[in-house]
């Protein structure tokens, strides 16, 4: 069974997939690896591009965007936390099975946690949205009644005492939310929270309820279950490490799977120095180059680069940035398969995110003689962007179009590991 039909019949006929999967024997590993990362991943990806593509308006202060690097670092932190919380909330299930009458069974729990966190998973494709948190409760909610669905099935727990069963590892599941969210908030500075659901957008329009699912492979979902097949590989190296009781390998076969994981299925690394320097010249429109700084790094090897340039002759500046991607290139490219989209206007200004030509453009205007910013992703991977309070949009997107694009995106395969 494909992750995309488990997704569906757990979701809309749970009842009948508890029976089903009560009767797997589905290898722990196997769960994590084929279901739970590539589910996981979709929190973990959605909060990137809402924070370090479109960015989050808070009031009295506007938009703001984490920038690529610490929102990787957030993204694996909370893809990581996202499959230790699995862990912990099946050892909890376990754990109280006996004071419910229950059937403690360390590979039945896992199942049952695993799979009720599906509809949260999914949910989690809305971080890309702002204030979508009654769509995170439903979610939420919803999660709950399919673990009280599978409790009797999995843990053989009495009908009658399901709820009570339920609602105590919920408490459970709360606090662990609760010291998660800590964690998150102590190494990013703000938490980001799973929310919403999958649209027919998402899904290409083809995900439909009858028994046979057919996903578009170029929608977003069907990336996600093309790349599942991916992280199942590295999953599959990490076990062989394992066995092999050798620490060195273990250790970079997990950093092999986070490379995978936010490379979209590929490891990329991106260009270096010298290849990015020809892309920042030295006047842009008219004004000359007065700072200029140049850098590559990243962690385990989920690397990315980045040119920053000010242009100023004392009365207009403008800020230059081309960022190459590279280890997390396959966050970005989501966002541009999804066909990411955002249009919001008030008295201070606009800001507009959209696709045109196939490129992912950002549009963002002051009335108030703030800051005006134009940017566009190139070949699904390059960042370029403008911006300046002295100067119209239309200056800047000539800035930005200034730039050899096309020799940019002809670069989009360098350094690509398949």
């Given at each position: ?33 084929g279901y739970v990362a590539p589910l996981?991943?979709?929190g973990a990806i959605a909060g990137f ?326 940017g566009t992703v190139v070949g699904d ?38």
């Open positions: 069974m494909t992750i995309v039909e488990r997704v569906k019949n757990i979701c809309f006929s749970p009842t009948t997939e508890w029976t089903v999967i009560e009767t797997e024997s589905t290898p722990p590993a196997t769960l994590v690896s996981a991943a979709i591009i809402g924070g370090s593509i479109i960015g989050r308006t808070l009031p009295f202060i506007g938009t703001y965007r984490v920038g690529i690097m610490p929102g990787a670092i957030v993204a694996v932190f909370s893809f990581v936390m996202a499959i230790v919380g699995v862990g912990i909330l099946s050892l909890i299930i376990n754990a109280l099975a006996p004071t419910f009458g229950a059937q403690k069974d360390s590979r039945q729990a896992l199942k049952l946690a695993a799979y009720s966190y599906t509809p949260a998973w999914v949910a989690g494709v809305l971080q890309i949205l702002p204030l979508v948190g009654v769509l995170v409760l439903l979610a939420a909610l919803y999660g709950i009644y399919l673990m009280y669905l599978g409790m009797p099935r999995l843990m053989k727990c009495p009908q009658d005492r399901a709820v009570g069963y339920t609602a105590l590892v919920v408490v459970c599941a709360i606090v662990l939310n609760i010291v998660v969210g800590v964690a998150s908030a102590t190494i990013t500075g703000f938490g980001m929270l799973s929310s919403g659901a999958l649209t027919s957008a998402v899904t290409g329009g083809r995900l439909s309820s009858s028994d046979n699912v057919q996903v578009d492979k170029d929608s977003p979902l069907g990336k996600l279950e093309e790349l599942s097949k991916k992280i199942e590989q590295s999953g599959k190296k990490i076990d062989a490490a394992e066995k092999a009781g050798d620490p060195a390998a273990q250790t970079a076969a997990a950093f092999d799977a986070l490379g995978t994981l936010f490379g979209g299925g590929k490891r990329v690394d991106p260009i270096s120095i010298d290849e990015l320097k020809p892309f920042v010249p030295e006047t842009i429109a008219g004004l000359p180059r007065t700072r200029n700084n140049v850098t590559r790094n990243g962690i385990g090897g989920i690397m990315v680069a980045q040119a920053e340039a000010t242009y100023s002759n004392g009365e207009k500046e403008i800020t230059f940035e081309i960022t190459d991607t590279g280890g997390v290139s396959g966050l970005v490219a989501l966002a541009t398969w999804t066909g990411t989209q955002e249009d919001k206007e008030d008295e201070y200004g606009y800001e507009r995110t959209r696709k045109v030509g196939g490129r992912l453009v950002h549009e963002k205007v002051s009335k108030t003689g703030g800051t005006n910013e134009y991977r390059f960042a370029v962007s403008a911006k300046s309070s002295k100067l119209d949009l239309n200056m800047l997107k000539s800035v930005v179009d200034s730039i050899d694009l096309a020799k940019l995106e002809s670069m989009k395969n360098a350094g690509v590991q398949k």
